[in-house]
């Protein structure tokens, strides 16, 4: 019987009748090439992204400094102040564009820690609640969610940047920081689903990445705009699929 990059046995030969993945297909890309398309924020490790197009070659926008603004060089005082003028490896160890941390890649790695006081945690549960709401609205995989009969609470630390959620899948290279597809999985949630991102001064956003079922907060019924980042704190319920939610809570 084939069986899929995932794991799965399928009694189809051409593509997995758990996950859908192709069998057979190319190797997956290595998940260290996995960047996120600048354009329209697909999972893509390639020259040209596979659902925009978008040519990663392209040189980005220029910035046009402010009028009134003095390059850092013309400050000693600031110039002083720089952590290579102390040690000149701490500016060849830095990321070569502007604004410190790329933010098309996605992170497997904890970032440096910005003097944040506290940390995030995200706490995964199976939500009844959420569960009902996506069952009265009929949404795209209503009739085949089920709600699980147990389902461990998860906690992941916020230790980083960038925190992809939604589901391992090696044949697509996707690798998740916070990963769905644990069983029992929640067949709603798409592979590439969301993006919780922090940045440096410790505020959080989560951006749906053109999932199938989309992402909701607190309750509502209406998914956020796709591809549009929406800021998310203490407190916070961030709904996927169809029974998911993770709660946002801060520690000291």
Same mark, same amino acid.
């Given at each position: 019987m084939p069986m899929c990059a995932d794991g799965h046995q399928s009694l189809s030969t051409d593509y997995c009748d758990v996950c859908g993945s192709a069998l057979g297909g190319a190797p997956a890309p290595d998940p260290a090439d996995l960047r996120l398309c600048p354009h329209c924020h697909a999972p893509?490790? @390639?020259?040209f992204c596979e659902g925009c197009g978008h040519d990663s070659a392209l040189p980005p926008p220029s910035v046009t400094p402010r009028a009134g603004d003095r390059p850092a060089s013309a400050d000693p005082t600031r110039a002083s102040m720089r952590p290579e003028? /102390?040690?000149?490896?701490? /500016?060849? /160890?830095? +990321?070569?564009?502007?604004? @410190? #941390?790329?933010a098309t890649l996605i992170a497997t790695g904890a970032a440096p820690d910005s003097g944040r006081s506290r940390l995030w945690v995200a706490r995964i549960f199976a939500d009844r609640e959420f569960y009902a709401r996506v069952q009265a609205r009929k949404g795209p995989d209503a009739e085949?969610? =089920? #709600? +699980?009969? #147990?389902? +461990? =609470?998860?906690? &992941? &630390?916020?230790r980083g940047n960038q925190f992809l959620i939604g589901k391992r899948s090696a044949s697509q290279g996707i690798v998740p920081e916070i990963d769905l597809g644990i069983a029992p999985a929640d067949i709603g949630v798409s592979r590439a689903h969301a993006m919780i991102q922090v940045d440096r001064g410790g505020a959080l956003t989560i951006t749906d990445l053109g999932s199938t079922n989309g992402t909701s907060l607190d309750g509502a019924e209406t998914p956020i705009t796709p591809q549009q980042a929406v800021a998310v704190g203490e407190g916070s319920r961030i709904h996927v699929g169809g029974w998911t939610t993770i709660a946002i809570t801060a520690e000291p």
């Open positions: 893509t490790s @390639g020259r003028s /102390a040690d000149p490896s701490w /500016a060849s /160890a830095q +990321p070569d564009h502007q604004g @410190g #941390f790329d085949r969610v =089920e #709600f +699980p009969d #147990f389902y +461990p =609470e998860r906690r &992941i &630390i916020l």
